[in-house]
């Protein structure tokens, strides 16, 4: 299974920038890379995923090295509402739909 | 109203019972998956089905199994819990052809 490795912890401003890394330097060139954050008591949910190219939704942006050897999830203005556990995810096709969640990245934004 | 539901939200049980955890979605889904989370870690992948005639093992199944009762429900088994099965449960679900999963709130099990 290939495996992410992200920082345990990261704070923001509310209302600035956030770049959250991931290195996945055993990436295959099938696996996708996701995005999932986990609110408090809650469970994870979606928040963005891709393969190749740069790829921007609604919640966030993905920008992903052009060796594919690393990721960085980019929330454009930190809200109270974003403090989360982000989880940097690689789909292995191998093994169908599989998820392998590392620790992640607790988030703290700061008023 | 929750696409994605899971009963109990919380048990307290003991060493050697029987326990069912139960998840039921209506998204139609045809993937479901069940995963736990320790305090600290992020999830593992418990058992997952493609479909109602299809199951297969994740990472940690031992002490696990799994029932697949219809499209809409993946219930979740500890036949003899044990204390270091104490954990956040999740169940989840996709459907064939998205990558996305839609996670449920999670059924949070003690086992003293």
């Known amino acids: 299974d290939a495996k992410t490795t992200q920082p345990n912890s990261m704070e923001s401003n509310e209302e600035e920038p956030v770049h959250l890394p991931c290195n996945h330097s055993t990436i295959s060139g099938t696996d996708y890379i996701h995005w999932y954050r986990q609110l408090p008591s809650q469970g994870p949910e979606y928040v963005i995923h891709g393969l190749t190219s740069n790829v921007n939704n609604r919640m966030a942006s993905l920008a992903i090295a052009e060796d594919r050897k690393s990721s960085t999830l980019i929330l454009h203005r930190a809200t109270l509402r974003d403090a989360a556990v982000y989880y940097c995810i690689l789909r292995d096709e191998n093994t169908g739909n599989q998820f392998y969640f590392g620790t992640g990245t607790s988030l703290t934004v700061i008023p | 109203d929750a696409d994605v539901t899971q009963t109990p939200r919380n048990r307290i049980t003991k060493t050697g019972k029987r326990i069912m955890l139960e998840c039921s979605q209506t998204k139609g889904h045809d993937r479901m998956y069940w995963y736990r989370q320790d305090p600290g870690l992020g999830l593992r992948l418990i058992y997952y089905?493609?479909?109602?005639?299809?199951?297969n093992k994740g990472e940690i199944s031992d002490g696990y199994s799994v029932s697949r009762q219809a499209q809409a429900k993946f219930s979740l088994s500890l036949e003899s819990a044990i204390p270091n099965q104490t954990a956040l449960y999740f169940c989840a679900t996709s459907w064939t052809g998205s990558d996305t999963q839609y996670f449920g709130p999670g059924t949070r099990l003690t086992v003293l």
């Open positions: 089905s493609f479909d109602v005639k299809d199951i």
